[in-house]
């Protein structure tokens, strides 16, 4: 089991920027996807952004362009840098791998709003 810890979240306006690190237990962080999944009120769960093993990365068409994915193995901690944020960016941002199961974080609040 990977133990996930995300940053704290916060309150945004409409245009800014927010950065969201996860931290993750364990010895083989280097060799995990890992993940950043949202849910808004009353919506599913949905994938935001993927990075492999080798760095390759993955993005919803939603926020392709203005979210980037990274990784930092020496600190075991995965980044999500949102750009231009938008009000339907609002949602509960959770960092996650699979290892023998899914493992998820606790889950940060971003809200955009002005």
């Known amino acids: 089991q990977v133990h996930l810890v995300e940053s704290k979240g916060g309150l945004v306006q409409p245009g800014g920027s927010l950065t969201l690190s996860c931290a993750a237990s364990?010895?083989?962080?280097?060799?995990?996807?890992m993940d950043w999944y949202r849910q808004a009120p009353g919506k599913q769960r949905e994938l935001v952004a993927t990075?492999?093993?080798?760095?390759?990365?993955n993005y919803a068409g939603s926020v392709k362009g203005r979210f980037t994915i990274s990784r930092d193995n020496a600190k075991n901690t995965v980044y999500l840098q949102m750009n231009s944020l938008k009000p339907e960016d609002t949602a509960v941002y959770y960092c996650?791998?699979?290892?023998?199961?899914?493992?998820w974080g606790q889950g940060t609040q971003v809200t955009v709003s002005s």
């Open positions: 996650s791998t699979y290892s023998y199961s899914r493992n």
């Open positions: 364990g010895s083989i962080f280097s060799m995990l996807t």
């Open positions: 990075i492999n093993s080798s760095g390759a990365t």
